[in-house]
């Protein structure tokens, strides 16, 4: 099954320009990972091991074939075959959940020990971290730098791995590092720069890397991320250390990023991914895994309530069956309100959240809750993209609730189940609205949800819900959010300002809210978009007194603009939507101001 070809630096550049990358020269490609071959021929004990790792990775993973690409790297980064390929940058492609995570952290940690060997012969050997990985979220890079502490336990503390990232305070971080004193540092883009701009020496600790991984590469290299990225490796030593790659996807920054900085020795690993077809020069098709089962559930939105209900009965299973199910949202305000809703108003039992408004403690505990090797039990986190990628959940089946916002997104997603040896179910829900977005992301089982007698229950314990205080703020927000996530989306959509605006409020009115109060009865008057700045949007609203002027900001607190970055003020967008008439309260019977980014 395995195809290698001889590399060629001339010929892979061509390749990478073409966006052929994946087909050609210097590449190693699996036809498939189906079931049956979800590992391959090769044993750990089959590579030249450290007794250490060895032992560390038996009590972690008992004794285990190796999966494809961990043989792949492993063939040539374990074994003195290809020296060479030990200073090329390397660029690691595999569906989700095959085991990349081993791939690139087991040749690191063995090269570590020997190096640490080599230090206590008395050779002379660098001081200070040494290999250094950079993952998009606080709860990938606490994932990481647990298996390699796992990996590590059999090391007699000779490698030391510690990490900094945003759950933690900096004083916190400084101290953790003083005390770890690690050659290996696990850490978040955002982090890793606050530590090098404000404490003091920082940058001395990273003067001695000399491997530089960035794992879930293609989302650390879009752009609301890369300029960071570009930020750290200046602030490593010259010339830059080696890089590893790797992603699930291979997206077009990411095909960008390898052409202008990957050194010309580049060497590319990929499986398991779609070769273009013909006329397709730049089309890399990202690939779910083989072992999740597509499903569509289409659903109309005065109905939403009751479909996320059933969805998830019939995915949970009965209350004996202990199955998880990952739930992900399009916003932060759209999870919240569903979320209180169901637990508080539905006392459905297992239900978590999990987003970037929580308090560490809880985002750790939540992550933790539904991860691998955490104890059986039944539930469903309610995420937003926090936990889409990288994350290494045990869960049944994955529900999207609205579009991803590309095939990548869809395939991370959809990743977080059927990982190595276990199938699992991405269960896709659209509305009307929504649907334009599926031709983008392949070919689906279609299946309808019917609305038990439960989901109509659970429908009509919420009754009245908008005469509570808390739920009617966190309605509107909810809104607001859909609101602005449509309005973001629209072009892709193709829908127009009225259809979004009667979708979100039909999406309301699936809660049982009554038409009367959650249509909007006249016209929907859009203040304009691409506004940079909320005074902006603001000062238009109050210029015009047949809005009411009352507004709703949302995520105000955001709009400090000395806090932000140049580049996020570029990406800010306001839009002002403003509603003559019909909605729940005084405050939405408005203007409500809504941030696009
Ligand atoms: N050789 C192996 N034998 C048994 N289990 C393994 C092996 N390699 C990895 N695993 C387990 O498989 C699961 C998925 O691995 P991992 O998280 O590294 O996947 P990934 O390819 O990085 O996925 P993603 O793209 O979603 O980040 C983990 O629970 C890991 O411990």
């Keep these: 099954m395995l195809r290698r070809l001889s590399s060629s630096l001339h010929a892979l550049r061509h390749q990478l320009h073409q966006g052929k990358l994946g087909t050609h020269i210097g590449l190693v490609k699996l036809s498939s990972c189906d079931r049956p071959n979800v590992f391959a021929e090769t044993t750990f004990a089959d590579f030249p091991l450290d007794e250490r790792l060895r032992r560390g990775l038996e009590a972690a993973l008992g004794k285990s074939y190796v999966t494809p690409v961990q043989h792949e790297v492993f063939s040539r980064h374990l074994t003195d075959k290809e020296q060479s390929a030990r200073q090329a940058d390397l660029l690691l492609q595999a569906p989700t959940g095959t085991g990349k995570t081993i791939a690139f952290l087991l040749p690191a940690l063995q090269r570590l020990l020997l190096l640490e060997d080599a230090r206590r012969a008395g050779k002379s050997v660098p001081e200070g971290v040494l290999t250094l990985v950079v993952a998009p979220t606080r709860e990938l890079v606490l994932q990481s730098a647990k298996i390699a502490s796992r990996l590590l336990q059999f090391s007699g503390g000779q490698v030391r791995s510690s990490f900094v990232a945003g759950s933690f305070s900096l004083e916190e971080d400084i101290s953790r590092l003083r005390e770890d004193m690690p050659q290996l540092l696990f850490a978040t883009p955002w982090r890793l720069a606050r530590h090098l701009q404000t404490t003091p020496h920082f940058v001395n600790a990273l003067q001695s890397v000399d491997l530089l991984v960035l794992d879930e590469a293609d989302r650390l290299l879009d752009p609301s991320f890369v300029y960071k990225v570009d930020y750290l490796i200046r602030c490593l030593p010259t010339p830059r250390p080696r890089m590893v790659l790797c992603s699930a996807t291979f997206s077009e920054p990411l095909r960008k990023f390898a052409i202008r900085s990957l050194r010309a020795n ?87 959240a999990l987003h970037r408004s929580l308090s560490d403690d809880r985002r750790r505990a939540r992550a933790l809750r539904f991860s691998r090797g955490a104890p059986a039990s039944r539930g469903a986190l309610f995420a937003t993209d926090l936990a889409s990628r990288g994350m290494d959940f045990d869960v049944h089946a994955v529900i999207q609730v609205g579009p991803p916002s590309d095939r990548e997104q869809y395939v991370h997603r959809a990743g977080r189940t059927g990982r190595l040896a276990s199938q699992g179910r991405s269960v896709l829900l659209l509305n009307p609205v929504e649907l334009t977005v599926l031709k983008e992301l392949g070919t689906f089982e279609e299946e309808q949800v019917q609305a038990s007698a439960s989901s109509h229950h659970a429908l009509s314990s919420m009754h009245g819900w908008w005469e509570d205080a808390s739920l009617s703020a966190s309605g509107h927000l909810f809104f607001a959010s859909a609101i602005a996530f449509y309005l973001n989306e629209s072009q892709r959509l193709r829908a127009r300002a009225v259809d979004v605006v009667q979708t979100v409020a039909a999406l309301l009115q699936s809660t049982g809210l009554p038409q009367a109060m959650s249509s909007p009865k006249r016209d929907v008057d859009f203040l304009g978009r691409g506004r940079t700045y909320l005074g902006d949007a603001i000062r238009e609203a109050k210029s015009r007194p047949e809005l009411n002027g009352a507004m709703i900001p949302v995520s105000n607190q955001k709009h400090g603009g000395a806090q932000r970055q140049p580049d996020q003020h570029r990406r800010a967008r306001l839009w002002s939507v403003a509603f003559h008439d019909g909605l729940p309260s005084q405050s939405l019977n408005c203007t409500c101001v809504v941030d696009l980014w």
């Design 266 to 352: 580049l060497e590319v690993i990929r499986l398991g991914s779609k070769e273009p077809s013909p006329g397709q020069a730049n089309a890399e098709v990202a690939e779910v895994a083989a072992p999740v089962q597509q499903v569509l559930v289409r659903y109309k939105a005065e109905e939403f309530l009751t479909t996320l209900h059933a969805t998830l009965e019939q995915e949970m299973g009965q209350e004996g069956q202990m199955r998880r199910v990952l739930v992900v949202f399009p916003t932060v305000r759209w999870l919240q309100f569903f979320y209180v809703l169901l637990k508080h108003r539905a006392h459905m039992s297992g239900l978590f």
